[in-house]
């Protein structure tokens, strides 16, 4: 069990765990923005996002990747490269999709669903696979910008 628990495994374990709530966070917000306050679905989306990439935020510097400076510049650095990063994976997911998409990835997965007898229409929606395939891409580049450009400076007072 404490093999399980290397310093680097309790990072990942904790990425996944707080990156799964960032998801919840986002969805309940977005929810929370189009229910109770009729807002439209850009301006609902966009604040969902804020409040993901905010809560992210400030979890990954607590307790995934342990940076110990709350000095305004540090925080400052820290916040900026982390939501620029966010960003360059949003735009990569947000083109990435549509053009795998277009090289008719997802209809190998059609095919493979058919196969199965699958018949949900969630199986056979259209980039669905490559919406999938890109979620992991950017899940492992947020990991590696946040390790290796956003916190790097990681546990200095």
Avoid: H
């Amino acid at each position: 069990m404490k093999k399980l628990l290397t310093k680097q495994n309790k990072e990942i374990i904790l990425y996944i765990i707080f990156g799964i709530l960032t998801t919840l966070i986002s969805w309940g917000t977005y929810a929370l923005l189009i229910n109770l306050f009729s807002l439209s679905i850009l301006i609902s989306n966009a604040l969902s996002w804020v409040c993901g990439v905010t809560f992210a935020f400030v979890t990954n510097k607590i307790w995934v990747f342990e940076s110990k400076s709350w000095q305004l510049q540090t925080t400052i650095k820290e916040g900026t490269a982390f939501v620029s990063a966010r960003i360059i994976t949003g735009i990569l997911e947000v083109f990435g999709v549509p053009l795998l998409s277009l090289t008719g990835f997802d209809k190998i997965f059609f095919e493979i669903a058919a196969k199965m007898g699958l018949s949900m229409k969630l199986f056979y929606t259209e980039g669905i696979y490559s919406k999938a395939v890109f979620a992991v891409v950017v899940i492992i580049l947020n990991y590696i910008f946040s390790k290796l450009l956003v916190f790097r400076n990681q546990k200095k007072d």
